[in-house]
């Protein structure tokens, strides 16, 4: 199979290694509702093991808990789709790991599981900046699983260069 070179994600995350190896970083990610696609399309770039450091694909709370040390109590007073569990996860991910930044993510991407609070769409991120700083949004997408996990990427790795610019 070709690799797609020519995509709008291909080329956010080329720009992501770009602005890593200029600053000398190394980028983690945390993800659920999008599975690992973040992580993907970074290691899409050639060369991306010299800015990539690595994964965490948690899609179940008990993963959650486990690998990235989100508390039983985050969850269950937030939800695992909520501002508190992604910036847990990515403290999490910091934490395990040798990046300078991380983003995590959390969502519901459909067609189930939303409620009137949550709705199909809502999606949480949480870029952090090791000794620096973090930020945390909450997005509300629209379209099918496939559209609201494929903006969520887009989102994350934007949010990647805009902290690494911001504070990197």
């Not at 050639?46 to 993963?63: C, Q």
């Not at 985050?74 to 991380?102: F, K």
């Not at 700083?133 to 997005?139: A, D, F, K, L, Y």
Request: glycine share 12%; charged share 15%.
């Amino acid at each position: 199979m070709a690799e797609v070179t020519d995509s709008p994600l291909y080329d956010l995350a080329a720009r992501v290694g770009s602005a890593l190896r200029s600053r000398h970083g190394l980028v983690a990610t945390a993800e659920s509702c999008t599975g690992g696609w973040i992580a993907k399309v970074m290691t899409d770039v050639p060369g991306s093991s010299g800015w990539f450091d690595g994964g965490f694909v948690t899609y179940s709370n008990r993963a959650k808990q486990a690998l990235l040390g989100v508390t039983p109590a985050t969850l269950a007073a937030y939800g695992a789709v909520s501002a508190e569990t992604v910036a847990a996860m990515a403290a999490g991910a910091l934490a395990r790991s040798r990046a300078t930044v991380v983003v995590a993510v959390s969502g519901i991407a459909g067609p189930d599981g939303g409620s009137p609070d949550k709705p199909v769409g809502t999606v949480y991120l949480t870029w952090v900046v090791r000794n620096g700083p973090s930020h945390t949004e909450r997005r509300q997408f629209v379209g099918d699983r496939e559209t609201v996990r494929r903006q969520t990427v887009a989102v994350a790795l934007q949010g990647i260069l805009e902290i690494l610019v911001a504070h990197g």
